[in-house]
């Protein structure tokens, strides 16, 4: 486990809902922009009991858990997402879809990215479709994925923090495409976790 900690969530459809995050160790997508490189490495962390994650989170009374990574999909989350439905609690996932499927979520974003395909697994449990644009390409990989999902799918397109041009790319596009929405990193604006 890299971390755990308590928040809102800062981007997507919840942006501003209470949210408790565990952030899974382990990454092999290695998108170059990630800011979150240090969770790529699972074996520089302790585990943590499901157990102990449960109490944690639980404790926090958040409306929703996110699962986060690092790549989550690289473990099986059948065992931590039951113990988590067990208790009461909302379990989101935060995914790049590059793992076979597992889990039960009552919601699940899922972020592809181009460094590694997603598992087609992933497509039959999305909910909200979130790409990070950060040069022209991207759009067009947005359409790719756009294209594999049912037409019930929120559709976002969030620049990539550090690209000032990636913004325009993003609002230009949403105006031409009006079934995308503009996603932001509220949590990196407001300086918060």
Not at 79 to 89: A, C, R
Not at 96 to 118: E, I, L, R
Not at 142 to 160: N, R, W
Request: proline share 6%.
């Amino acid at each position: 486990m890299v971390e755990t900690f308590h928040s809102v969530q800062g981007e997507g459809f919840w942006t501003g809902s209470n949210a408790f995050f565990l952030r899974l160790g382990g990454c092999d997508v290695y998108c170059p922009w990630c800011d979150q490189k240090e969770s790529w490495n699972a074996h520089r962390y302790p585990q943590q009991s499901l157990g102990e994650l449960v109490e944690m989170a639980k404790g926090a009374n958040p409306a929703m858990v996110v699962i986060t990574g690092g790549e989550p999909l690289m473990h099986n989350l059948d065992p931590l997402t039951k113990e988590l439905k067990n208790q009461g609690l909302r379990v989101h996932l935060e995914t790049s879809g590059a793992h076979p499927f597992t889990g039960v979520f009552d919601w699940v974003t899922f972020s592809p990215k181009t460094y590694k395909m997603p598992d087609p697994t992933i497509y039959a449990q999305v909910n909200e479709l979130k790409i990070v644009v950060a040069n022209p390409e991207d759009l067009d990989w947005a359409a790719m994925q756009e294209s594999k999902l049912s037409e019930g799918v929120i559709k976002y397109l969030q620049p990539e923090w550090n690209t000032v041009e990636s913004k325009e790319l993003v609002f230009n596009y949403v105006l031409r495409h009006p079934q995308w929405r503009l996603s932001l990193q509220t949590h990196k604006f407001l300086g918060v976790r």
